[in-house]
């Protein structure tokens, strides 16, 4: 890897040399800024979300609903509230945090992790497996 680099590096100089003098520092900054777009082109493209399994938004919806069961109070009844206008699995993969922290009042951390992590199969298809990782 050092070694394209300092072939590259040599490379870039030695183009640059050709250029007449007075333009040779424009030229370098040129060249060096289109080095990492020139790269970038070369990734491979990632594939596009597998949507083909994605659940519906009401079913995602329903076991948002089921990790809160047995949880109370009026934090909960706000959490249930942005779960039903909620207008994509976007909107309910955000809710995350808001869920962890009702059902970690009511039981504890572990619970709360628990029942968070289960989620992460409704969203297959709707958030890239980036995303995707357990609390």
Known sequence: ????????????????ALFPGGQQDRWHQLIIMAIPSFFAALRPIRAA????????LEEIRQHLHQVLHDC???????????INVAGSPV????LRSDLYLCIS???????????????????DGWMPLSQLTPI
């Not at 979300?49 to 519906?56: G, K, Q």
């Not at 109370?72 to 942005?82: E, N, P």
């Not at 909107?91 to 955000?94: P, R």
């Open 72 to 82: 109370q109070g009026m934090a909960v009844q706000r959490v249930i509230y942005k």
């Open 105 to 123: 009042r009511t039981h504890d951390q572990a619970e709360a992790a628990r029942r968070v992590n289960a989620l992460l199969s409704s969203f």
């Open 91 to 94: 909107d309910l993969w955000l």
């Open 1 to 16: 890897m050092i070694v394209a680099a300092l072939t590259l590096r040599t490379a870039i100089r030695s183009l640059i």
């Open 49 to 56: 979300p597998d949507t083909v399994n994605r659940l519906p």
